[in-house]
């Protein structure tokens, strides 16, 4: 459960959960700010690693803070996992990029990660993982995002600042490749 919802300018959503120790916020290209459980979902059952599922096609910015004492500390915190549940199923297009944009500059948008699933059942859309993705800890779950049958879609770019021990994947319609150097994840077009 989340015990406090801020809403901020710029079509942004902040939550917290109910110990007030991790703040996760979500920007997107959507009009207003995006409402729970309408164009996303946010379950703080493990605390220290929340879900993040996206409901509406856009492009998000998502980031996850440690707060110290009900401040925000600029020190990114885990997410647990990041899925996409179009519903109802459609040809939606989701762009997801994990960083902290702040008045210094991007930051990275998370410690260590779970699982990324940028698809879904019965879903023709496509989804990309956005330039600027950065994490400071682990990839420990699977990666997959999507391109559809007329190739678009299908971006991966990610800087990892540790290590990778999910399966990163791409779900190509068309022909894509994925690839991996050092930990920066990347796809290109073959």
Do not use: Y
């Not at 068309?174 to 290109?188: H, P």
């Amino acid at each position: 459960m989340c015990s406090s919802t801020q809403a901020i300018a710029d079509g942004s959503r902040c939550l917290r959960d109910s110990g007030q120790t991790i703040e996760v916020c979500l920007r997107w290209d959507g009009l207003g700010d995006p409402v729970p459980d309408q164009d996303f979902r946010m379950s703080f059952a493990d605390p220290s690693n929340p879900a993040i599922e996206l409901i509406t096609g856009a492009n998000w910015i998502v980031s996850s803070e440690q707060v110290v004492s009900g401040q925000p500390t600029g020190q990114p915190a885990n997410i647990g996992s990041l899925t996409i549940n179009p519903t109802p199923p459609s040809a939606e297009i989701f762009g997801v990029t994990i960083v902290r944009p702040t008045q210094q500059g991007d930051q990275p948008g998370a410690a260590n990660v779970g699982t990324i699933n940028l698809d879904a059942t019965s879903w023709t859309g496509h989804s990309s993982n956005g330039s600027g993705s950065h994490i400071t800890g682990d990839l420990t779950g699977p990666l997959t995002i999507k391109s559809d049958g007329n190739g678009d879609g299908g971006e991966l770019w990610l800087t990892i600042d540790r290590d990778v021990s999910g399966r990163v994947a791409l779900v190509a319609r068309s022909g894509k490749r994925a690839s991996r150097v050092g930990n920066d994840a990347c796809a290109t077009a073959l």
